[in-house]
């Protein structure tokens, strides 16, 4: 009798597949509603700075530094128009300063003489004038040498300065390793992709393809987040010709795949 | 989803494993609070019904609308008994035996008790999967954040970066395991508690019922 009766008790077989659904719905509100939200880098844009030690005439040599700056800073709007911002190349300048170099003392000149009081000897002011010429053309000289000791270390690792740009491969390179770095996620050891990037005329990343994957989705993904993330700060290919290069990321950096 | 996908194999095994305590434990508080409410209602109305009625016969004929309730096993347990020792005197044709015989109250009392028992552990049924779960998932989910921690450690060392962006993904899909062991453990803990407590007073109310019924039988039957 007693055993008819505690068999009407429900069980909780049916309660747990109650619970398993339960557990199935909030699930799929946490997978849906993203509650646990993504764990996506910083996307904003960054903006690259190179930092160049730019020859400034020493104020012991008795002329305003103005005039010096004037010298460096006025030969590049001559130079390659789209040049990208890293491969400001100071070699291509050698030729340009000397023109302002030899003005800097015909202007400089003007502003003695009128100091120089008229009674003066016309004698004094030319011999002030030929040495400040003689100074103005040493300084020049320093600067030019010291550009030509710089020659491929300035702008671009191994650029030659030629013409602005001539390094891209190397440029980009440095992008996707700055990006890489900031979106770097791996599972496996080491891993690495080898990777064609095609580079439109517009400075866009047209075209990724993977020619080896790593086998770890993690670092497959983080190296496509990579190059969509550097491909957001591009500048143009030289010559507005497509580019296309092939590069090999490993979490240590980007190689250049020849 | 995606950051379980990226979790290592020991951390999806904790994670696997503390789904199923989350699960169990709240299939058990569903299946508890059913069968402890249903209980507490039939109870009441069982033992109204009980003081209403004038004759156990009477009562032992309706016991089906009181089935959910403890004490309707407990009056089946005595009343049962009572009938058996009726029987015994009817076939020794000695009227005397009951009156006389105390240990008939006593074979009563027993099977009373026996019968409390009995309602007591299937009660508290699955109430120590509770416990365990309530002592043990906060546990287990430290185990898996310590090693998913680990292997983000390793990995960090193997990329060689200590950005954010490296650090970050690793500890956060380690601390997962945490957050789950603690969603299991909570509410495993507040059922236990909360059934401890009901279960308690229904055991109380089966002491009162037990004693009540053994004063009515001393009462009526054994001073015949």
Not at chain 1, 14 to 19: D, L, P
Not at chain 1, 189 to 216: C, F, L, N
Not at chain 2, 26 to 48: C, D, P, T
Not at chain 2, 188 to 205: C, R, T
């Amino acid at each position: 009798m007693k055993r008819g009766l505690t068999a009407r008790y429900p069980g909780p077989g049916g309660m747990f597949i109650v619970s398993f659904l339960c557990h199935a719905v909030a699930l799929a509100i946490v997978a849906n509603w993203n509650l646990f939200g993504e764990l996506k880098p910083d996307e904003t844009p960054v903006t690259y700075v190179d930092m160049v030690t730019l020859p400034v005439a020493s104020p012991q040599s008795g002329t305003p530094a103005p005039a010096a700056e004037k010298a460096v800073e006025a030969p590049p709007q001559p130079a390659a128009p789209p040049a990208p911002p890293p491969v400001m190349s100071h070699p291509v300048q050698p030729a340009k300063p000397a023109k302002p170099a030899a003005k800097a003392p015909a202007a400089a000149t003007p502003g003695n003489a009128k100091e120089t009081p008229a009674a003066e000897s016309n004698d004094f002011t030319q011999r002030m004038a030929k040495l400040e010429q003689l100074a103005q053309e040493r300084r020049q000289a320093e600067v030019l040498e010291r550009l030509k000791k710089k020659g491929t270390r300035t702008g671009m690792p191994g650029a030659k300065g030629a013409e602005a740009g001539s390094d891209y491969p190397t440029y980009l390179q440095s992008r996707l390793k700055d990006a890489l770095k900031e979106v770097m996620v791996s599972q496996t050891k080491s891993p690495y992709v080898i990777a064609t990037i095609t580079v439109s005329p517009d400075g866009r990343i047209a075209q990724y393809h993977v020619e080896k994957g790593s086998g770890d989705p993690l670092f497959d993904d983080a190296v496509q987040r990579a190059v969509t993330l550097a491909g957001k700060s591009l500048v143009p290919p030289p010559g507005g010709a497509k580019f296309k290069g092939m590069f090999r990321f490993r979490p240590e950096g980007v190689g250049i795949n020849k | 989803m995606g950051m379980f996908a990226a979790t290592g194999l020991v951390v999806k095994l904790v994670l696997i494993v503390l789904l199923y305590f989350s699960v169990v434990s709240w299939g058990i508080i569903f299946y508890k609070l059913l069968q402890v409410y249903r209980a507490n209602g039939a109870s009441e109305r069982f033992l109204e019904f009980f003081w209403k009625a004038k004759r156990f016969d009477a009562i032992g004929s309706q016991l089906d609308r009181f089935e959910n309730s403890p004490l309707t096993v407990l009056f089946q347990e005595g009343y049962g008994e009572l009938k058996r020792l009726q029987e015994k005197v009817v076939e020794k044709a000695d009227p005397s035996i009951v009156s006389t015989d105390l240990g008939g109250i006593d074979n009563i009392a027993r099977a009373l008790r026996r019968a409390t028992t009995s309602e007591i552990t299937r009660l508290e049924k699955y109430l120590t999967f509770l416990a365990t779960t309530g002592a043990t998932a906060p546990f287990i989910g430290l185990f898996g954040t310590v090693w998913g921690i680990m292997t983000a450690f390793e990995k960090i060392g193997q990329s060689g970066s200590a950005s954010l962006a490296v650090v970050a993904p690793g500890i956060a899909e380690a601390l997962i395991a945490t957050a789950i062991g603690l969603v299991a453990a909570i509410p495993a803990v507040m059922g236990y508690n909360h059934f401890q407590h009901k279960i308690k007073v229904l055991i109380s109310e089966m002491d009162s019922f037990s004693t009540e019924f053994l004063n009515i039988v001393q009462r009526n039957f054994a001073g015949r």
